[in-house]
């Protein structure tokens, strides 16, 4: 074992386990290291969240010109995505694992390449090291599930790590699943030219989401040609000459069909990495999702805490850098502040998008809120794209008309629904936000419009 233990160890190096790095050494002058067995930097930054907006961008930008420069007056011939040079770029955009490590370094943290493995609740081994940590932050991450579907381990599928390797046009694409990766990569090689075929088990798109404005986004898509296969689930694959047949079948009831593609998918969750950990051996808890772990982010085993994709809790970027700034904060003080997950802004950049904060309107009908909804469709800066799929709804309490959801389907989605969650953690009203002054044009008025259809506060006799 190492001479002098480390203050803090952290399992990965992503967006978690990089934030609480930092955290413990700016704020508590910690000595840290970060154990990393795939790739620095974590998935964000290398396979996910960048790169894979990078290709949003060049969809958008291909769909613009050959369905709206024309109508605005721009004459241009048809635009192709070549996406060997779509490719090109995405990868000069990332950092270099080397360049990586050396920001580390820079920073003060030792690092060590390797798969690590609890051995006790305060030491770690890294090949055939080990390391000796007051403290443990646990941030590996997670990776693409592989559904139960017959003949997948025959086939070569695709998830979205590898699809942006691709350097020709898949003429043909089968998503499995109908969540933000499936959407988003579905809707932009479908723009760049492939065919694309989406399953999802629900009846309604991205499961999270507000189902009207699921549905509103569902129409944008099938517009654009993109085939949606609801309540249903891809039960067998496979090979196929040069491509795959799969076979779909409803969630209920008889029958079934047969799609032949070239490519298949896989988007349909996430499994945390966690396997090479040994979480058994020291008495870890978890489950299928991840880690458990309290409003501290504790694990069930003293001095063991948890961060990002790997509780499963929610698996976004930002909740993993929040995540473990908390974790260092119930390390290092004795008044950490619990998690509060209560008012949470997410995007699906799709086009539109579709973003929302808060309870969903399924959600307040659970929880048994006395709730009533307001919404509006269509502002002037979606008309001059010709934008037909947009809402505005607003999810608010009957009696204090205190607003509880924010749900919004447009251009831009995530950038509003960002800055109208801090009014509704407040406690902003529909009232309020009916009477605030607004930019013209602009996608975010559409918010202020849909209160002023709420129902108006009856005048007191």
């Known amino acids: 074992m190492s001479a002098d233990p480390y203050d803090l160890i952290v399992l990965g190096a992503g967006s978690a386990a990089r934030a609480g790095a930092q955290k413990a050494s700016d704020e508590h002058g910690a000595k840290v290291a970060l154990i990393e067995?795939?790739?620095?930097?974590g998935s964000c930054p290398n396979v996910a969240c960048k790169p894979t907006k990078a290709y949003l961008v060049v969809a958008e930008l291909v769909h613009d010109i050959n369905r709206l420069a024309?109508?605005?007056g721009i004459d241009v011939g048809p635009a192709h995505a070549d996406l060997a040079r779509v490719k090109a770029r995405k990868d000069a955009l990332k950092k270099p694992q080397d360049e990586w490590v050396k920001q580390l370094h820079e920073q003060g943290y030792d690092t060590y390449d390797g798969q690590a493995e609890l051995v006790a609740a305060d030491t770690v081994r890294v090949d055939d090291e080990e390391l000796g940590?007051?403290?443990?932050?646990?941030?590996?991450?997670?990776?693409?599930?592989?559904?139960?579907?017959?003949?997948?381990?025959?086939?070569?599928?695709?998830?979205?790590?590898?699809?942006?390797?691709l350097t020709e046009l898949p003429e043909s694409l089968l998503v499995v699943g109908g969540g933000p990766v499936g959407l988003e990569l579905g809707q932009a090689f479908s723009r760049f030219g492939s065919q694309v075929t989406v399953v999802h088990s629900g009846d309604h798109l991205a499961p999270r989401t507000d189902e009207q404005a699921a549905d509103e986004l569902a129409g944008a898509l099938q517009e654009e040609g993109i085939e949606l296969v609801m309540s249903s689930r891809v039960q067998r694959v496979e090979k196929n000459g040069d491509g795959v047949a799969a076979t779909i079948v409803p969630k209920e009831g008889e029958g079934s069909r047969e799609v032949r593609v070239t490519h298949v998918l896989l988007a349909s969750g996430r499994v945390p990495n966690v396997e090479a950990l040994n979480l058994e051996r020291i008495g870890i808890e978890s489950h299928r999702a991840g880690i458990v772990v309290n409003e501290h982010l504790r694990t069930s085993v003293e001095g063991i805490w948890a961060a990002g994709d790997?509780?499963?809790?929610?698996?976004?970027?930002?909740?993993?850098?929040?995540?473990?700034?908390?974790a260092v904060d119930d390390m290092f003080t004795d008044d950490a502040p619990a998690a509060d997950y209560s008012v949470l802004p997410t995007s699906i950049f799709t086009d539109p998008e579709v973003a929302g904060a808060g309870l969903t309107e399924a959600q307040a009908r659970a929880e048994g809120l006395e709730f009533e909804t307001s919404e509006h469709h269509g502002v002037q800066r979606a008309a001059f794209i010709e934008a037909k799929h947009v809402l505005y709804k607003l999810v608010f309490e009957r009696e204090s008309r205190r607003v509880r959801g924010i749900h919004v389907v447009a251009r831009n989605a995530g950038d509003i629904v960002q800055g109208f969650s801090l009014a509704m953690k407040l406690g902003a009203t529909v009232d309020d936000i009916a009477w605030m002054h607004h930019v013209y044009p602009t996608f975010g008025e559409g918010l202020k419009a849909a209160a002023e259809k709420a129902r108006p506060v009856p005048v007191s006799a």
Not at 37 to 41: A, D, I, L
Not at 310 to 326: E, K, M, S
Request: glycine share 6%; proline share 5%.
């Open 133 to 165: 940590a007051e403290r443990i932050l646990i941030a590996t991450g997670s990776r693409t599930a592989i559904p139960p579907i017959e003949g997948i381990d025959d086939i070569d599928w695709i998830d979205h790590v590898s699809a942006l390797e």
């Open 70 to 72: 024309h109508v605005v």
């Open 37 to 41: 067995s795939t790739r620095w930097g």
């Open 310 to 326: 790997v509780t499963g809790l929610a698996q976004l970027t930002p909740i993993a850098q929040y995540q473990a700034r908390l």
